[in-house]
């Protein structure tokens, strides 16, 4: 994996901004999956306990973004903390009636709600059926449909901040008493990996698809985003200003994260994209917006404008690659299609990729072509082994993020429907 920051991005990077919670009260603590954005609600906030026990606690709300249906799973107000949601499921920290707290789930589909038989711990993180979390200084993984609870920080540790992606889970722990490190840990092999050994604090990791990110002090002077590719082993810097930046996730290859090189006390959301290396500033408002959340092409933050944190979107707008295949019998046959901005405008004198596979799981590439004035391009495919799946891939650039198309299937000798190019 290579880290580098390229020239800023234009403005086609990123669509309009849409500001997605209202009222006089706080929304923060966004976290995207898919189309749902779940998040916390202080609207009907209020204090339970006594003393130095009184807790605060609201709602845990989730906005479908493609219906704008927006629902309250914690009609009793009792949620105690920041939401977490993976595909169809969501799990929060849930005071109850005071005896029975701890992690309540809902199914999103089948609309079952119910608390879950694990420890009362903190700082959930959900991938699919998987659930980490802080207990005691450990951190633990649970299993909601086996009830599975397992602790994969060892004893004697200060761990916390834990993250999941698949069968890998990710944490921060002071073993040597002095400063915090990241450790991975894969569920499959039950081995345990330590990711940093700078003698500084590297703190808040996050994890998407072998890809794990952080906040890092080893700069004397502010913390930077740095990043590991479980892969290779590589890690490497994505910034280098001399501020502060921190509080960075990960998703698909791109990494947002809180940055005050804008000024002190100005914080604003940024975003990186490994394959193009394009690094852009996503907000653009005096005072503090933070604690980005990224799924796909959507970027979710929360943000200080007015009066209280609201909850904002912008969303990564990529060219189109249509793809189709030339009309003809031959040996070797070609796809055709064009690359097209996110207005319908051709975008000319690019590189795209043909990428083959067997399997369409694994993919290789193969020839290169450079779109004309119309956006469009041609390639040849050899398929003298059978049938091939195909796709086109475009890198990005600073002003066009990159992007896939759809697959298709090409077979030696055979005839097949060309490709009209849409008007725009």
Not at 71 to 86: E, F, Q
Not at 249 to 272: K, S
Not at 416 to 423: A, C, E, I, N
């Amino acid at each position: 994996m290579m880290v580098g920051c390229a020239s800023p991005a234009s403005a086609d990077w990123l669509g309009k901004e849409r500001q997605l919670t209202v009222g006089a009260a706080t929304q923060d603590w966004p976290q995207l999956s898919g189309s749902k954005l779940a998040y916390a609600d202080h609207t009907a906030e209020r204090t339970v306990g006594q003393g130095a026990a009184a807790e605060t606690v609201f709602d845990v709300r989730v906005l479908d973004l493609k219906t704008g249906g927006d629902v309250n799973l914690t009609p009793d107000h009792t949620a105690l903390g920041r939401p977490a949601i993976s595909g169809a499921r969501v799990v929060w920290s849930d005071y109850g009636n005071g005896t029975n707290r701890g992690f309540w789930y809902r199914n999103l589909v089948s609309g079952q709600q119910r608390r879950l038989d694990a420890s009362p711990g903190t700082r959930p993180q959900l991938s699919g059926d998987l659930l980490c979390y802080e207990f005691q200084g450990r951190i633990h993984v649970h299993s909601i449909g086996t009830g599975l609870d397992l602790t994969v920080s060892p004893a004697g540790g200060a761990a916390s901040a834990c993250d999941i992606s698949g069968r890998v889970v990710v944490w921060q722990d002071v073993r040597n008493g002095h400063d915090s490190d990241i450790y991975a840990y894969d569920l499959d092999s039950s081995l345990e990996t330590k990711l940093t050994t700078t003698g500084t604090d590297q703190t808040l990791p996050r994890i998407d698809a072998g890809i794990v990110v952080w906040q890092d002090a080893t700069s004397a002077t502010n913390s930077d985003i740095y990043a590991a590719d479980l892969a290779t082993g590589a890690v490497t810097q994505v910034t280098a200003d001399e501020s502060v930046q921190w509080f960075a996730d990960v998703a698909d290859g791109r990494i947002v994260w809180m940055d005050e090189r804008d000024g002190h006390n100005n914080t604003e959301i940024y975003l990186h994209d490994v394959a193009s290396a394009v690094t852009t500033r996503v907000t653009r408002h005096d005072g503090w917006s933070g604690n980005p959340t990224i799924d796909g092409n959507r970027i979710a933050f929360e943000d200080g404008r007015g009066a209280g944190h609201k909850v904002y979107l912008r969303t990564i707008t990529p060219p189109t690659v249509l793809l189709g295949r030339l009309p003809g019998t031959t040996a070797n046959p070609t796809v055709a299609g064009y690359l097209l901005g996110a207005d319908g405008a051709p975008v000319t004198a690019e590189s795209v990729v043909l990428e083959t596979s067997r399997d369409g799981r694994g993919w290789t590439a193969a020839t290169t072509a450079v779109t004309d004035l119309s956006g469009g391009f041609t390639l040849a495919v050899d398929a003298r082994t059978g049938e091939l799946s195909v796709r086109v891939r475009f890198g990005g650039t600073p002003e066009y993020p990159a992007a896939v198309s759809p697959v298709i299937t090409v077979k030696q000798a055979h005839v097949v429907v060309g490709l009209s190019r849409p008007q725009p």
